[in-house]
């Protein structure tokens, strides 16, 4: 994705290791201001731990962006597609840190803990979620 990040279309994952800008009371990681344009107004927000082998996601929105922050204490992977009928790509991340992930419309994706801490995610998207009609559809992007 460039470097500025666009709210329509299809398009591949942007992320952006966070740099801990923390003191003796712990670490503290900052969103960089294009991953907040790229989300705009947030309609939604969730907060969600996953605990060690577990995954969440497998799953691409039609109607909303997705900014997701990442913390992590141990290793954990993101899996992702740019659309339908393309291919699954994935990288991996190490250590303790933080780890933001603009998600655009239509990119499936997951986040897998591989390490042996649970990591935490809180999950920004630019509309309501409406239990009714969730704008969550399954398509699975990690490995089998």
């Not at 960089?32 to 995954?55: K, S, V």
């Not at 998600?103 to 239990?131: M, Q, R």
């Amino acid at each position: 994705m460039p470097a500025e990040l666009s709210q329509v279309g299809h398009g591949e994952p942007s992320i952006r290791v966070l740099g801990d800008n923390g003191d003796e009371r712990g670490p503290s990681f900052s969103v960089p201001q294009e991953y907040l344009r790229f989300l705009g107004a947030a309609g939604d927000m969730h907060i969600a731990c996953i605990l060690p082998g577990h995954t969440r996601g497998n799953h691409y929105h039609v109607l909303r962006v997705e900014l997701i922050v990442v913390v992590h204490f141990d290793r954990f992977s993101m899996y992702w597609d740019c659309g339908a009928d393309t291919e699954p790509s994935s990288r991996s991340f190490e250590g303790e840190g933080a780890v933001a992930i603009a998600i655009p419309k239509h990119s499936s994706h997951a986040i897998v803990n591989d390490g042996d801490e649970p990591l935490w995610l809180a999950a920004t998207s630019d509309g309501p979620y409406n239990p009714d009609a969730p704008d969550a559809h399954r398509r699975v992007v990690t490995p089998s």
